[in-house]
């Protein structure tokens, strides 16, 4: 007996015996209002998170949806190639082609090339230099205010009819068709300063009157047009198709007006000290 006493009280035995239970301590009402502010700041920052999560989302899906910019439209819908001197003579030979007389028949071809003159005996020789004369009709310029431009740069197209010297075989000269002609020599500076380069002036012989009283040209230098070159072509000259003889509209032929009357010159030519040719450019007050 004493033996089971003994072992009953080994340290085995004893091991296995429970520990009394420990009772919860009850937390204080401090601890419970910090556990439930502490719970309250996680959710609302739970809900930041979620609420910028969404806004990037909904973020990404717009920019996919609308894709990359726009390209801005373009200057015209053609436009030439090649070399510069290539340039120039597909310009002149794809703009020309627009312009009808009211038969039907073209109203010039274009040649393009270096600004030129004819001397007595039949020679070709380049010109130097343009002599350009002010308007002295409103007082604003002295005769003498003539401004040189080197021709270097300097592109020339000449307009030739089917008559003599280059007239206009067909109908009579009017103010309508020369409206007609000068819009053609806007249309040929316009896209020679965009397309041609270094091109800093346009030289545009016009067709003489057929009893060869009146050579005018239209001249032109790119500071003339530059708000013109920085927007699409549409905008400046805005016929869907090329208009015929009295037939642009009076918004377009504003704008012609504007840039073209002030710029159209007779012309004749003189010689510099060392011999070579200058044209003079002398303003046209009334058409």
């Known amino acids: 007996m004493a033996d089971d006493v003994i ?21 204080s009402r401090a601890e419970r209002a910090r556990r439930t502010v502490y ?117 020339a197209y000449a307009l030739c009819g089917l008559g003599t010297a280059c007239s206009i075989a067909e109908g009579k000269p009017s103010a309508a068709r020369l409206a007609l002609l000068r819009r053609e020599a806007l249309e040929l500076a316009l896209y020679t300063f965009k397309y041609a380069g270094s091109v800093n002036s346009v030289l545009v012989l016009l067709p003489p009157r057929p009893d060869l009283k009146a050579a005018t040209a239209v001249f032109l230098e790119r500071s003339d047009i530059h708000h013109e070159l920085s927007q699409p072509l549409a905008q400046t000259l805005t016929a869907p198709l090329t208009p015929g003889v009295g037939e642009i509209s009076g918004n377009e032929l504003a704008t012609i007006d504007r840039i073209t009357r002030p710029r159209l ?22 058409e």
């Open 265 to 286: 010159y007779t012309y004749s030519y003189t010689q510099s000290p060392d011999g070579s040719p200058i044209m003079v450019l002398s303003p046209v007050l009334s």
């Open 7 to 27: 072992r009953a009280s080994t340290p085995e035995t004893q091991a296995t015996v429970a520990a009394p239970a420990v009772p919860a301590r009850t937390p």
């Open 39 to 155: 719970r309250g700041r996680f959710a609302l920052l739970y809900l930041l998170l979620a609420a910028v999560a969404g806004a990037a989302v909904g973020a990404t899906i717009v920019l996919i949806d609308r894709g990359s910019p726009a390209p801005a439209p373009a200057w015209s819908s053609w436009k030439p190639t090649g070399s510069a001197e290539r340039r120039e003579a597909q310009i002149a030979d794809h703009i020309s082609s627009k312009y009808r007389l009211p038969s039907g028949n073209q109203l010039a071809t274009v040649i393009a090339g270096p600004p030129t003159a004819t001397t007595s005996d039949g020679t070709t020789v380049l010109l130097r230099a343009f002599a350009v004369r002010p308007d002295t009709s409103k007082g604003q310029a002295e005769a003498s205010d003539i401004a040189v431009v080197n021709t270097s740069g300097s592109v």
